[in-house]
């Protein structure tokens, strides 16, 4: 996956321009993973997916349309009572890191203003959406999470949100020093690093500086995306879009589509039918042999 923390600056800054005061009107869980939140901004609507799939978390708007469950989850049914008709009232990204925030302000059942934090982390296995209060006390997340060897953090409800652990880097986007190494740098995929490396001179400043353009291309014999137009990877076959989320709407409706996790239960569950009717059927012809 190509969204490192530079692609995720860029994304956000999307974000910011078109939900900034967007109203939740209804959000949906359709699968155990996923949430598909229904917005309304200057008489606009936007369907806006935040996934923590273990292979391919993300997080963008998209036209696709989802099987939802008649009966929602139970992480869905909990966003729908604290945060479902509120206001985002912020998108913002965490240092130069693969982690998300959308500020919500809503009002409880007494009437009083509060505001809560839906926070994605785009982080491979480790993927989760949560959602926490004021005070950083996580109220619900999609995973649950007890520590572990290699993570030290309380995924639960009730416990204290914290961020995870980070590297003692610096976010590219605050500091502009061509002598500081590129591996002293937070959010820089490697393949960018090559980039900026074997295009750009070392300079990373001068890398992001150029215009956003999203494209879609080919590495290593696989499509993949990123924000810029990436001289190493220019291609008669390269596709561009207007807007990030439009390019990985197409990305994942075209090179990465999965099987809702409905049908995906179905058909184990046929599958299982049908070899203990097989298994039946054997034990009856050989009773009637």
């Known amino acids: 996956m190509s969204a490192d923390g530079i692609f995720i600056h860029y994304l956000v800054s999307e974000f910011d321009t078109l939900l900034k005061k967007a109203k939740i009107n209804k959000i949906y869980q359709p699968n155990p993973l996923e949430i598909v939140m229904q917005l309304r901004n200057?008489?606009?609507?936007?369907?806006?997916?935040?996934?923590?799939?273990?292979?391919?978390?993300?997080?963008?708007?998209?036209?696709?349309?989802?099987?939802?469950p008649q009966t929602p989850g139970n992480f869905c049914m909990l966003l729908r009572k604290y945060i479902e008709r509120g206001i985002i009232t912020s998108i913002t990204q965490y240092k130069n890191d693969r982690l998300i925030e959308l500020c919500v302000n809503t009002f409880n059942?007494?009437?009083?203003?509060?505001?809560?934090k839906l926070i994605l982390e785009l982080m491979g296995r480790n993927s989760n959406v949560i959602l926490i209060n004021d005070e950083n006390i996580i109220i619900d997340a999609i995973r649950k999470l007890p520590p572990s060897d290699s993570n030290n953090r309380y995924i639960i409800?009730?416990?204290?949100?914290?961020?995870?652990?980070q590297i003692d880097k610096l976010n590219p986007f605050e500091i502009?020093?061509?002598?500081?190494?590129?591996?002293?740098?937070?959010?820089?995929?490697?393949?960018?690093s090559n980039e900026i490396i074997n295009n750009y001179d070392r300079?990373?400043?001068?890398?992001?500086?150029?215009k956003v353009v999203?494209?879609?291309?080919?590495?290593?014999?696989?499509?993949?995306?990123?924000?810029?137009?990436?001289?190493?990877?220019?291609?008669a076959n390269n596709i561009y879009f207007n807007t990030i989320s439009e390019m990985l709407d197409y990305y994942y409706n075209t090179y990465k589509k999965t099987i809702n996790t409905t049908n995906s239960d179905l058909m184990k569950q046929v599958k299982r039918l049908i070899n203990h009717q097989n298994t039946k059927l054997d034990n009856l012809l050989g009773d009637l042999n």
């Open 214 to 235: 999203p494209t879609i291309f080919e590495i290593n014999g696989k499509k993949d995306y990123y924000c810029f137009d990436l001289i190493g990877y220019k291609s």
């Open 42 to 68: 200057n008489n606009n609507t936007y369907q806006l997916l935040l996934s923590a799939s273990l292979d391919a978390s993300r997080i963008y708007l998209t036209k696709q349309t989802f099987i939802n």
């Open 157 to 165: 409800p009730k416990a204290k949100y914290e961020y995870p652990a």
């Open 203 to 210: 300079n990373i400043s001068y890398f992001l500086s150029q």
């Open 109 to 116: 059942e007494m009437g009083d203003s509060v505001n809560y």
């Open 176 to 192: 502009d020093d061509i002598n500081i190494p590129l591996d002293n740098y937070q959010g820089v995929a490697k393949f960018i």
